[in-house]
């Protein structure tokens, strides 16, 4: 995924964070092309964050251990398994989230994962699902903020 498609997708985040949902899509397309940025790539953006909010995985059970397999240990650098793997042991995420988060790091247009896409990510689909106090642990996650971690 090209740069100025996270770029997007970080503003629409932060959006969501704040106000809970995405807002009037025409209004966001007519800003961040008056912002430079192309219609194919806002509307990119804004694509992978539908996606994001409505797609369901599978369901997993919590105390299961996740491996990566060699494609997925190929595209995701070390720094971001690690932070991927953490996120869960400390509370943040289920393994029901943890396969959606990986799932969707896969379809990026990008030949390495790293900790910062994992990032982005996790605080999206961590507000897309029903979770309570899903704003404060996407600011966590965002901030990497471990102490104070409530489950």
Same mark, same amino acid.
């Given at each position: 995924m090209q740069k100025k498609? /996270?770029?997007i997708i970080a503003v629409l985040i932060q959006y969501v964070i704040e106000e809970g949902e995405i807002g009037d899509e025409r #209004? /966001? %397309?007519?800003?961040? @092309?008056?912002? =430079?940025?192309? !219609? %194919?790539?806002v509307n990119?953006?804004?694509a992978w964050i539908k996606a994001v909010m409505i797609d369901k995985g599978a369901v997993m059970m919590d105390k299961s251990m996740r491996v990566f397999? +060699?494609?997925? %240990?190929?595209?995701? +650098? @070390?720094?971001?398994q690690g932070f991927l793997l953490k996120l %869960?042991? #400390? =509370?943040?995420i289920d393994s029901k989230l943890q396969e959606e988060i990986i799932e969707r790091?896969? #379809?990026?247009?990008? !030949?390495?994962?790293?900790?910062d896409d994992i990032k982005v990510i +996790?605080? #999206?689909m961590l507000s897309a699902s029903s979770k309570k106090n899903w704003k404060e642990k996407a600011i966590k996650i965002i901030e990497e903020d471990w102490k104070e971690m409530s489950h």
């Open positions: 498609i /996270w770029e #209004m /966001w %397309k007519a800003s961040l @092309n008056l912002q =430079g940025y192309s !219609p %194919k790539e990119a953006a804004i397999a +060699s494609f997925e %240990k190929a595209r995701f +650098s @070390n720094e971001a %869960k042991e #400390m =509370g943040f790091a896969l #379809m990026l247009d990008i !030949p390495q994962i790293k900790k +996790s605080a #999206m």
